[in-house]
T-cell receptor, first 112, second 110 residues
């Protein structure tokens, strides 16, 4: 089954404790992206990657890092999480041609 | 940065009614996409539009790519309770990233 998976689905952590949210897709897509969703703000792009070893900032990259060492994986790293990063996070992927993005199920992160 | 204005922000309708929502931008887009997000899930693609003036249907859903390339609308006919969710528009420029609207939250009363 074609899908985008994220782990964990839920995470509660404390300020400053480094964490990684994994994202994996099995559709051989070149393009992958991370979004955060907050009430009233819709989906805002954090980082995106056009292909392996190619990453770029989205609209709200501060406080986040990403890497794209393999085509299928695109982890999101919070080196020192803060409460304002409490949010619902989505990973998405698409082929370069269509950019019709397929979304993962989401990761709800709470930083206390 | 670029912004999409999606309206309305929320809608409360009776089952069987038709629904209409739209997105507008000050910028031209080459692609318009419409997504639906069910509670606790990620957005799912409903309709993709690639040409100005294009009108595309997916069951009871119909979406159009505006002639000016700065807007798009989504219609849902004869709504049913499972239409409940948040609908997002998204626009993309040539080679550019996808920009999402703020979403329209739809509630359907049986």
């Amino acid at each position: 089954e074609a899908q985008v998976t994220q782990n964990p689905r839920y995470l509660i952590t404390v300020t400053g404790k480094k964490l990684t949210v994994t994202c994996s897709q099995n559709m051989n897509h070149e393009y992958m992206s991370w979004y955060r969703q907050d009430p009233g703000l819709g989906l805002r792009q954090i980082y995106y990657s056009m292909n392996v070893e190619v990453t770029d900032k989205g609209d709200v990259p501060e406080g986040y890092k990403v890497s794209r060492k393999e085509k299928r994986n695109f982890p999101l790293i919070l080196e020192s999480p803060s409460p304002n990063q409490t949010s619902l996070y989505f990973c998405a992927s698409s082929s370069r041609q269509t950019l019709e993005q397929y979304f993962g199920p989401g990761t709800r992160l709470t930083v206390t | 940065g670029q912004q999409l204005n999606q309206s309305p922000q929320s809608m409360f309708i009776q089952e069987g009614e038709d629904v209409s929502m739209n997105c507008t931008s000050s910028s031209i887009f080459n692609t318009w996409l419409w997504y639906k997000q069910d509670p606790g899930e990620g957005p799912v693609l409903l309709i993709a539009l690639y040409k100005a003036g294009e009108l595309t249907s997916n069951g009871r859903l119909t979406a159009q790519f505006g002639i000016t390339r700065k807007d798009s609308f989504l219609n849902i006919s004869a709504s049913i309770p499972s239409d409940v969710g948040i609908y997002f528009c998204a626009g993309q420029r040539q080679g550019g990233k996808l920009i999402f609207g703020q979403g329209t939250e739809l509630s359907v009363k049986p």
